[in-house]
């Protein structure tokens, strides 16, 4: 397969795709492609109602590529995200059913109201793009995908999500409220149909797959690396702060602000990429200390300030 058009051109049709559904989310919606173009996965967490479904659904309608949706609730098993072996009475051996991972982009809505063995059955599936059944490995598609949402408001009948699941998302970040104003584009934009309705595919997966390519290929300085690195490594002497990021984290800030700059019009990336994406890729990876939580300590707050303070580079 090749792509249909330059990397630059795919980035902006898809952009464009999904601001036809979600108004006013320019800076959710250019986070979301930065983590699919540089490989990673997204965790939504924001208010019920703001979009965060909305916003996966119009990605993967824009994208000409197998979707699946998962809705998480406190009796899911592993063997329902991953699949199951079956016994066929006819040939007398087990036959194995794929479940909904073996997708290109998934949907794990509302994964905090699943138990900790199940959100742990992505683990693999999301940091090696393999899933092990029945002792054996079974590789899932090179394009795959996970978009999970949560609530944060809601505790009653909900799972924290594991550290190392944490680790496994390359962002966190919320949509917030819109203006009033684009609040009544939506009501305009709904108020006969949903705009998802009518949503097609605008893009292949040769042109996804393109424009990772091109993102990888956007150059960063040794200094800048060192500049990722340090600012990643301040967490972990950070006060307040029970446990720091990991040199994933460190990755996933070079590879998203590689892709931030491709979608910039840069050839290289600059200090404001990586000053741009350092709470959304790290701040969810950091575990506060029980006393900094209670005093109002947030993980956010942390890397915000760990940005303000550290000498950017020449």
């Known amino acids: 397969m090749t792509p249909t058009a330059s990397p630059r051109d795919i980035y902006e049709k898809i952009a464009a795709n999904i601001a036809r559904v ?4 320019i800076p959710a919606t250019r986070m979301l492609l930065a983590a699919r173009a540089s490989g990673g996965h997204v965790l939504l967490e924001d208010f019920p109602g703001t979009g965060k479904t909305t916003l996966a659904k119009a990605l993967a309608r824009s994208l000409d590529a197998k979707f699946k949706r998962v809705q998480f609730t406190p009796d899911l098993l592993p063997s329902d995200i991953l699949g199951v072996s079956v016994f066929n009475q006819g040939d007398q051996q087990f036959h194995f059913h794929e479940g909904p991972v ?8 509302e994964i905090n109201r699943a138990s900790p063995r199940t959100q742990s059955a992505l683990l693999e599936a999301m940091g090696e793009c393999q899933v092990s059944v029945d002792g054996e490995r079974r590789d899932l598609p090179g394009m795959f995908f996970v978009i999970a949402t949560e609530n944060p408001v809601e505790f009653r009948g909900t799972y924290p999500l594991p550290e190392a699941q ?8 919320t949509l917030g409220y819109v203006s009033p104003a684009e609040e009544v584009a939506v009501l305009t934009a709904q108020q006969h149909n949903h705009p998802l309705d009518e949503l097609k595919p605008c893009v292949t997966l040769a042109d996804v797959l393109a424009l990772r390519h ?14 990722v690195v340090d600012i990643v490594a301040a967490t972990r002497t950070a006060a307040g702060v029970q446990l720091g990021a990991s040199p994933r984290a460190s990755i996933a800030l070079m590879k998203a602000a590689q892709a931030l700059a491709f979608f910039d019009g840069q050839e290289f990336v600059t ?3 990586i000053r741009e994406l350092a709470v959304p890729v790290i701040a969810h990876r950091l575990v506060m200390e029980p006393q900094a939580r209670f005093s109002g300590v947030t993980a956010r707050g942390v890397v915000a300030e760990i940005v303000k303070k550290l000498k950017v580079p020449a």
Do not use: H
């Open 166 to 173: 944490m680790d496994r998302f390359a962002m966190q970040f």
């Open 214 to 227: 091109a993102a990888d290929s956007i150059r960063i300085s040794e200094e800048l690396k060192r500049y």
């Open 102 to 109: 073996f997708t290109n982009v998934l949907l794990a809505d």
């Open 22 to 25: 979600i108004q006013g989310q």
């Open 271 to 273: 200090p404001e990429n």
